[in-house]
């Protein structure tokens, strides 16, 4: 018989105790931690949503693989694999390891930017734009007008605007450090890229001769959505999706933290041996040498295991199916919700769950704030906290969405741990008009999110 | 124990052992060929001893195994970050601690917010990445080590020693506002593994003190410098490791730490500070180069191993049995009348390449020759410590010519056991015996920055 049910393609191995908290000490922790989610202490998080970044179960494979890491400085044989995997997998020869992805990204837009250089994607996620402006370059997002709309249906909202790439790159022609195509797009709702899409891109680049990055860390979750929604793709299997998109390219960036379920972890692909060599000088200075990039050699054995171990049909399957579990019962009672469902994560519309809180009370904070207090979920806010800017007279110029994200973390939780949290909704919604906006204490320069203080207005 | 023998034998058992690759002459032959005589670029399954470097080579205890299944992988406020920064704040002293993915991730960040363009940056002798990282930010590295340390010959027992008029000098000339901070390893890994002590530290803190600059403590090896002030020190011999560990620290303002040194884990590191408006700078700027503050681009498992390390690293026993069996390796080689750095370094021994192959000149690259003919003999990978590391001159474009042309054989720690120390010791004598048969290297492919890690020689 055929089940509807999509169960684990996995047994549990190995457990780790959940703390659990009541709802008046979690009062007391959130004024603790000035309600920003990133200074709560793990010990107090019932079920962790924050990211799904470094937080995946590995396998009893990659334990093996750990036990086997080949610590050697130079030429590991954990590292050899590691190349291996990754030059079948990229198509592209020159790889360099590195401690995660912010790393990779930072030795490649370090090199590629500085002032007056401009950076075009689908969407910039934190770490990446930060990057970018660190470096004095501009980073301008133009996905395409329906991923705005969190309500609209559409199959591919991560895909970037063409029309609006070709006018930019004649536009700032010369000026151009690179294109970078995250997939899926994170900050835009964990939304897939086309395949048609990434081509149209890759061509346009390719006319203003202007390099092409892939963002490849959710590369194998976009392959599904690209063989179950695209034309002409369902013969394919999912790795030759990934594959066919690294074809486009002429450079990848990885946090392995994610479709490589290591928990630390990044490398950078090139085709260019030019490129990949004026990398090489800042990668073995700040990370590492070019043959362990600031990582143990387990951790490279982990790696090159996770990047088989994704494309399994059966366990992509079964991801993307239990991310829109979460989300379906969410849409069930009502809550806004970016739609369709991405890949890794459910985001939360919080400017239509809280009408009455403005952007620049920043409405998805209160929302994270609200799911810790009530169910010790820690989820994340992608709204005007974390891309928020101001104007040169103070004001806040917002994000064009307050969204919170709640990141599945890979093979960790069960399907009851997603009960808890869709009813934790239920509260959500039943307190949602009585919900007070927050402002900001306290801020660094960049990446605020991480570090900022927040309170509660009265 | 530590009473009774005089052996340094090893205060643990093996639980876990890794394979060793058995490899011919042939084969090394080819090896090394086309790794371009350039040990870094061996293949690490055709060395049977590796001795590049005793960095994240350790073998970790069953402790620290077990501190890796503990792993909290949360993005934020994980419990082994706690873990980690109760172990620093109870055997180091510092007050505020950022993890880093390892050493040069702390460098990075601490150049970065203290030196400022122009800047002076006075130090007991370079370290590669160290000194880059000072370059990158707008310094310039000035060497106030005392001479002796440039001397292989010296038996001075504190060659790591801050020469105090030197260091001075720079203050005088420069003006206090122009240097940062004053840069202090324990030990200096450039001299060969070269303590100093504690009474120097002092006078040093006296000195900066006096004009209000920090010191920043490279403390990568700062047990097995604690361990020789016990040994050597007047007056120290009846404290701990531990006890002096806590003291070194104590006279510092801050510290970079590479903890796959003396904290034996594979991958780490941290950078630690008692100046709150530095920390919190250094905790805004971790996030854009390593990862948010609480995990600093390490796995959670990794700070549980570092700070069960630490721990460790500071035990009588263990330190006794990690400078004893790079002491004994030293003395088999001192017996057989190799040349080397003398005393004898914590963390490995030093061959003195000039002596050892006195027909080959420096611009013959003597201890990258060597380093290939180490590894040739026995399959034994070493590294070269001379002209090819010390780069070139930024302004004239020629080398730099070190005074020193060293080869060193860095032990890593718990990892090989006598029987191995035996193995490099006959192997090293083979060579020496037949020295005047050995020719120089001509460089084939020079990178332009850290040309040591990848540049390609032939033989001559």
């Known amino acids: ?458 | 124990m530590t009473e009774q023998h005089i052996s340094w034998a090893e205060p643990y058992k093996i639980k876990m052992v890794e394979p060793l690759f058995m490899t011919t002459r042939e084969q090394r032959v080819k090896a090394m060929e086309e790794a371009g005589y350039n040990t870094f670029l061996l293949k690490s399954e055709e060395v049977y001893i590796d001795l590049l470097t005793d960095s994240g080579t350790s073998a970790m205890s069953d402790r620290q195994w077990a501190g890796m299944m503990l792993g909290d992988e949360a993005y934020a406020g994980s419990r082994n970050f706690y873990n980690l920064e109760a172990a620093i704040q109870k055997y180091y002293g510092y007050k505020h601690v950022i993890p880093t993915h390892q050493g040069r991730g702390a460098e990075n960040l601490i150049s970065r917010i203290l030196i400022k363009p122009g800047d002076i940056v006075p130090g007991n002798m370079y370290f590669t990445t160290t000194k880059l990282h000072q370059e990158m930010a707008g310094g310039t590295f000035v060497d106030i080590i005392v001479d002796e340390a440039h001397d292989a010959n010296s038996m001075f027992p504190f060659k790591g020693n801050v020469d105090l008029k030197k260091l001075e000098a720079v203050i005088k000339e420069h003006g206090a506002k122009k240097i940062p901070y004053v840069s202090i390893a324990t030990t200096v890994n450039m001299a060969g593994g070269q303590p100093m002590s504690l009474a120097n530290l002092k006078a040093v803190r006296e000195l900066t003190a006096k004009y209000g600059i920090r010191i920043i403590h490279d403390m990568t090896r700062v047990a097995e410098n604690a361990y020789m002030i016990k040994l050597l020190e007047e007056g120290q011999s009846e404290r701990s490791t531990a006890d002096i560990v806590k003291e070194l620290c104590s006279l510092t303002d801050g510290a970079t730490m590479s903890a796959k040194k003396d904290a034996l884990v594979n991958i780490g590191g941290f950078l630690a500070l008692n100046e709150w408006d530095v920390f919190e700078e250094a905790r805004n700027q971790v996030v854009i180069f390593e990862g948010l503050h609480t995990y600093g681009g390490l796995a959670g498992r990794d700070m549980e191993a570092m700070a069960i390390g630490i721990s460790e690293s500071v035990d009588e026993d263990h330190i006794r049995a990690r400078v004893g069996q790079v002491f004994y390796l030293g003395k088999k080689l001192m017996d057989a009348g190799i040349p080397m750095v003398k005393p004898i370094g914590t963390h490995g021994v030093f061959l003195d390449a000039k002596a050892f192959l006195p027909h080959v000149p420096q611009l013959a690259f003597p201890a990258q020759t060597l380093a290939a003919e180490l590894y040739l003999d026995a399959g034994v990978r070493t590294m070269e410590r001379g002209i090819v590391s010390a780069g070139r001159d930024k302004e004239t474009g020629d080398h730099c010519y070190p005074d020193l042309e060293l080869v060193r054989l860095t032990v890593p720690r718990r990892v090989y056991t006598q029987a191995h120390m035996d193995v490099i010791a006959e192997s090293v004598e083979r060579v020496y015996k037949r020295r005047n048969e050995i020719k120089g290297l001509r460089m084939t492919y020079e990178p332009k920055y850290l040309r040591f890690f990848q540049a390609k020689f032939e033989k001559l």
Request: aromatic fraction near 8%.
């Open chain 1, 1 to 458: 018989m055929r089940h509807r049910t999509i169960i684990e393609p996995f047994r549990i191995k190995s457990v780790e105790p959940i703390g659990l908290s009541t709802e008046v000490e979690r009062v007391e922790l959130l004024k603790d931690a000035h309600y920003n989610p990133f200074l709560l202490r793990s010990k107090d998080v019932i079920i962790d949503l924050m990211t799904d970044s470094g937080t995946s179960a590995m396998s009893a494979h990659q334990w093996a693989g750990i036990m086997e890491g080949d610590e050697a400085y130079a030429g590991s044989r954990s590292w050899l694999r590691m190349e291996n995997e990754v030059q079948d997998l990229t198509g592209m020869q020159h790889v360099l390891p590195t401690h995660q992805g912010r790393a990779a990204e930072r030795i490649i837009y370090g090199h590629l930017g500085g002032p007056g250089k401009i950076f075009i994607s689908n969407t910039h996620f934190d770490t990446t734009r930060a990057n970018i402006e660190f470096s004095g370059a501009t980073a301008i997002d133009i996905p395409i007008p329906e991923g705005q709309d969190t309500a609209l249906q559409h199959p591919f909202k991560g895909n970037m605007d063409v029309g609006e790439l070709d006018r930019l790159l004649k536009e700032h022609k010369g000026h151009v450090g690179a294109v970078i195509l995250t997939v899926t797009n994170n900050s835009g709702g964990g939304q897939p890229v086309s395949m048609a899409n990434a081509e149209g891109v890759a061509a346009i680049c390719k006319r203003h001769g202007v390099i092409l990055m892939l963002d490849c860390c959710r590369i194998a979750e976009n392959s599904w959505f690209v063989k179950h929604r695209e034309e002409g793709m369902e013969g394919l299997t999912y790795r030759e999706i990934a594959q066919r998109m690294f074809a486009l390219a002429d450079g990848a960036v990885m946090s392995a933290k994610k479709d490589a379920f290591a928990n630390i972890g990044g490398f950078l692909s090139f085709r260019n041996e030019a490129l990949a060599e004026a990398c090489t000088n800042l990668l073995i200075i700040t990370e590492g040498f070019t043959t362990y990039g600031g990582l143990a050699g387990r951790d490279m054995e982990a790696i090159a295991i996770g990047l088989e171990e994704v494309f399994d049909p059966h366990y992509l399957n079964y991801r993307i199916r239990s991310t829109t579990f979460l989300g379906e019962q969410l849409h069930k009672l009502g809550v806004p919700l970016m739609l369709p469902i991405g890949g890794h994560a459910v985001y939360i519309d919080a400017k239509k769950l809280y009408p009455h809180i403005p952007p620049a009370q920043y409405p998805g904070q209160a929302l994270v704030s609200e799911l810790f207090r009530l169910g010790g979920i820690r989820s994340v806010e992608i709204g005007s906290v974390m891309f928020g800017t101001y104007a040169e007279d103070g004001s806040l110029k917002p994000s064009r969405m307050e969204l919170v994200r709640l990141a599945i973390p890979r093979r960790v939780y069960t399907q009851s741990h997603i009960e808890y949290v869709a009813e934790t909704f239920e509260g959500i919604m039943a307190e949602r008009e009585q919900v007070k906006g927050m402002r900001i204490v306290k801020e660094p320069k960049f990446l605020r999110h991480f570090t900022a203080h927040f309170d509660t207005l009265p």
